[in-house]
């Protein structure tokens, strides 16, 4: 099988088990996790007022510095959107269940720290890491996108395969994709080869669990 059709194929299996796994999607934003119970008890430091003796000159730009400092405490106090939450739902936690057949949804270890949402599943053989950046545009957003994909030397995702969306892989296990102001990213690369009842490798098995995850995110944003 060549390249193109290998995509072609990736793409219609992802897309039929994202169709499966999408009912329980809409309830993700209700879950609470000890981040949302973090986020909720956060309180946001007071703006710091620049000192009397400083040159006017001096005063605007210590003015958006302390803005831009009160704009990121109160993103931290907020916490991660509802749509970055599902990765960790428990909604997520059964359609891993089901793509793996596991007998029981895998524990998870949630984090949320400089506009990154993080889960990590620990799975029987190894972590899955499934993380999303939310940056504070769409421009700021395709800059991280693109850092991250240098940095991981992942390879484009093109054709149907990636969905319409930006979206890059790499041999070993990640899978990058953008939507609007979020970038996800699926780091199976502490997983084996090869996983699940179908043999496939961690790569593909990324792209099948990002592609279910942006399915949601369509679907109800």
Known sequence: MNRASKARTQAAVSLAVASLLLSGCAAAAGSTSPVESAAATATQPPATAPPSNLPPSNLPSA????????????TQAAGPSDASRMICAQETKDDISTILALAQAPHTVDRWADETYTCTYHLAEGPLVIAVKE???????REHFDALQNKLHAEPINGLANLGFPAAQTADGSVLFLKDSSTLHVDATGLPA?????????????YQVATTILACWKEHH
């Open 135 to 141: 940056s504070s545009g769409p421009a700021a957003a």
């Open 194 to 206: 090869n996983v699940g009842p179908q043999n496939v490798t961690r790569t593909d098995f990324a």
């Open 63 to 74: 003015s958006a510095a302390a803005t831009h400092s009160d704009q990121h405490a109160a």
